[in-house]
């Protein structure tokens, strides 16, 4: 007798972790940037992919507040791609920052405070949902955290760090190449996570 066949998470997780790399590899050289574009691009959509993934983690918390108890394993698990998301799109930061600015990390840098202040928070949110350890609770505080860092993002100032460095680009490929690479990174911290949930559920 034969189990259900199981989704294929993992492949789906790896397929467009490749293109997210073969997607950045493919982007032309910037007028102003040249080939740093890339690491802006990989730095840039992996930030901005933590902030969906945040917030399909609170979509996931608020169905489970709802009463889909099935659903709290996924928001856990997403909620912390999420955060592990947004910490690599720091690290990866500091390598266009080096090479365009001359450090590592600007702390003058106000997105740069606020990246940090997100790290710091994140962590204080995972002990303390860790020494609680109450489902709802849990859900709480992803939704919190989700919501406070959009908020964050929305609304923190800039100084070195370009507004909108895709939109204000005069080249009508980079933004079509910046959407795959950011989709690409959505879906494979998606579908990872299912294969986490999946793992878990078959264990």
């Known amino acids: 007798m034969h189990g259900r066949r ?7 997780a790896l397929g467009f ?13 910037e007028r102003t940037l040249g080939t740093l574009i890339r690491w802006v691009f990989a730095h840039g ?30 928001m856990v698990t997403v909620g912390l791609i999420a955060f592990l998301l947004w910490a ?19 702390f003058h840098e106000p997105r740069t405070q606020m990246t940090l202040r997100v790290l710091a928070v994140g962590v204080i ?25 959009l908020f964050l993002v929305r609304s923190t100032s800039l100084i070195r760090h370009p507004a909108n460095p895709i939109g204000e680009s005069t080249s009508p490929i980079l933004p079509v190449i910046y959407s795959g690479i950011l989709f690409s990174a959505v879906l494979a911290s998606l579908f990872l996570a299912g294969w986490i949930v999946q793992r878990k559920s078959h264990g």
């Not at 199981?6 to 789906?12: A, D, E, G, I, Q």
């Not at 992919?49 to 169905?63: D, E, M, R, S």
């Not at 799109?89 to 990390?105: D, H, T």
């Not at 949110?125 to 860092?149: E, K, S, Y």
């Open 88 to 106: 690599l799109g720091f690290v990866l930061s500091m390598i266009p920052a080096r090479l365009a600015w001359g450090v590592f990390v600007d």
């Open 125 to 149: 949110f995972l002990v303390i949902i860790w020494w609680v350890n109450q489902p709802r609770f849990t859900a709480v505080a992803i939704i919190v955290f989700a919501f406070l860092l």
């Open 17 to 29: 972790g490749f293109l997210w790399l073969v997607f950045i590899f493919l982007t032309p050289p």
């Open 45 to 74: 959509s992996l930030t901005q992919a933590a902030v969906y993934v945040f917030l399909a983690a609170a979509l996931l918390a608020a169905g489970f507040l709802l009463g889909n108890v099935k659903l709290y394993p996924w």
């Open 6 to 12: 199981s989704f294929p998470y993992l492949p789906l």
